[in-house]
């Protein structure tokens, strides 16, 4: 089965996560960090959920799962060893029209959570559709050895670019020509050795060349 690739802005939104073991603290330790906000239902929790209840990072449910758990939800994950739980979520969800996730069974699953590499607003997604989540977890680490941190600063850099340009440059294949030209530039090699300012010239340089009035640096 073929996958429709996406990216959810889940932020502000309700998501539950099923389970309270070491496997829901990570779903639950990620959901958080895309600004969800995170349900927790489970008759017990580890110590990390526990402590993430008491400061109000989560709502907790401490029971067994209700179909209800799931209205008003963008998504749900279940994190359980119990089968008959599994499926009880993913029927819920297929009720209410919310997306269920069964960590580790790919048969009861509307979507898959791909390993992910993040370099500031850079995401790179990597999915298996599910079977082989080991491989996906070795090319993420091979992924990453060749997008290096340094990437975080260069996409700030291109961002700041292109929105200067797009104030001042009216022209779309200027625009595209800059942008193509900065992409080309040393910058992200000078990065990678730490040179900020020196990359910062570059880009300040490569706009100025297609810059037209006022005053860029205003812009920037």
């Not at 690739?5 to 889940?10: G, H, Q, S």
């Not at 309700?14 to 895309?34: N, Q, T």
């Not at 989560?58 to 089968?83: C, H, K, P, Q, W």
Request: glycine share 8%; proline share 5%; charged share 30%.
């Amino acid at each position: 089965m073929r996958l429709y690739p996406l990216y959810l802005k889940i932020e502000g939104r309700r998501c539950v996560v099923i389970g309270g073991g070491a496997v829901a603290r990570r779903k639950v330790a990620s959901l958080l960090d895309y600004g969800a906000r995170v349900t927790v239902v489970s008759p017990e929790l580890c110590p990390n959920l526990e402590e993430r209840a008491a400061r109000g990072e989560i709502e907790l449910f401490r029971r067994v799962f209700d179909a209800d758990d799931l209205n008003g939800a963008t998504l749900a994950i279940a994190a359980t060893s119990n089968e008959q739980v599994n499926r009880a979520v993913l029927a819920a969800g297929r009720a209410a029209g919310v997306w269920v996730n069964v960590v580790d069974v790919p048969d009861l699953c509307d979507f898959y959570v791909p390993a992910s590499i993040r370099r500031g607003p850079i995401e790179i997604a990597i999915g298996t559709s599910g079977q082989c989540p080991a491989l996906a977890k070795r090319l993420r680490i091979e992924i990453e050895k060749a997008v290096g941190p340094e990437y975080e600063p260069y996409a700030a850099l291109c961002g700041r670019l292109r929105t200067a340009l797009k104030a001042h440059v009216p022209e779309a294949e200027r625009r595209a020509s800059a942008e193509s030209e900065f992409l080309d530039s040393p910058a992200l090699a000078l990065l990678a050795e730490g040179k900020t300012e020196e990359a910062e010239r570059v880009m300040q340089t490569c706009l100025s060349r297609f810059y037209q009035g006022g005053d860029r640096k205003d812009e920037l």
